[in-house]
């Protein structure tokens, strides 16, 4: 009689191959990338710094015709994007922060208002565009909140942010930044 040992080691043995085994359609899927990891490398690609003005809707007169700088930077080894805005004329520095969560790309922005809101992404079919929508909040939003974000790549050298704010009444106002690479 053979020993439980042995036995136990042919079994295991054999289904080795299967399980390590991985037909060619599964390899190949596992190489094409996610919608949202697409779009995160999209962003990615707006790594450094930006300057423009900004212009609102309905119009805003603290803020309209800003000169804005904006920082994007690739770090946490490749897996955060961090975006910060600073608008002339104002003390904050709101930051943001854009990740691949599972098969979400998601943004939760750290806002000037004391507040947390999340946003998950959906990619334009031309891949140009990169629309972020609300998920929730963190934080009061007596002072209102930001509700959501489009990001859209023009070329190497230039995108477009519109970001929408909801004030304490849950009035929308767009605020447009035009874009063009500083370095």
């Known amino acids: ?16 191959p299967v399980a390590f085994a991985q037909s060619d359609a599964q390899k190949s899927a596992a190489l094409v990338p996610s919608d949202a990891q697409k ?17 609102t809707v309905p119009q805003q007169a603290d803020v309209e015709g800003k000169y804005a700088l904006i920082s994007l930077r690739v770090t946490s080894m490749g897996n955060a994007l961090m975006h910060e805005i600073r608008i002339e004329g104002r003390m904050d520095d709101p930051i943001t922060m854009l990740y691949l969560d599972g098969g979400r790309l998601l943004l939760t922005h750290y806002c000037d208002a004391g507040n947390r809101p999340r946003m998950a992404a959906k990619v334009s079919p031309d891949g140009k565009t990169v629309e972020f929508g609300f998920l929730d909040v963190v ?16 070329d190497v050298n230039h995108h477009t942010e519109v970001w ?9 106002v767009n605020v447009r930044f035009d874009l063009q690479r500083k370095n």
């Open 139 to 154: 934080g009061s939003t007596r002072y209102g909140n930001m509700h959501d974000a489009v990001f859209t790549v023009i």
């Open 39 to 55: 779009s995160f490398d999209q962003l990615k690609t707006l790594g450094g710094s930006w300057e423009g003005h900004l212009t």
């Open 1 to 16: 009689m053979k020993s439980p040992r042995f036995v136990l080691s042919v079994v295991l043995l054999s289904l080795s």
């Open 164 to 172: 929408t704010w909801m004030d304490p009444e849950g009035k929308p």
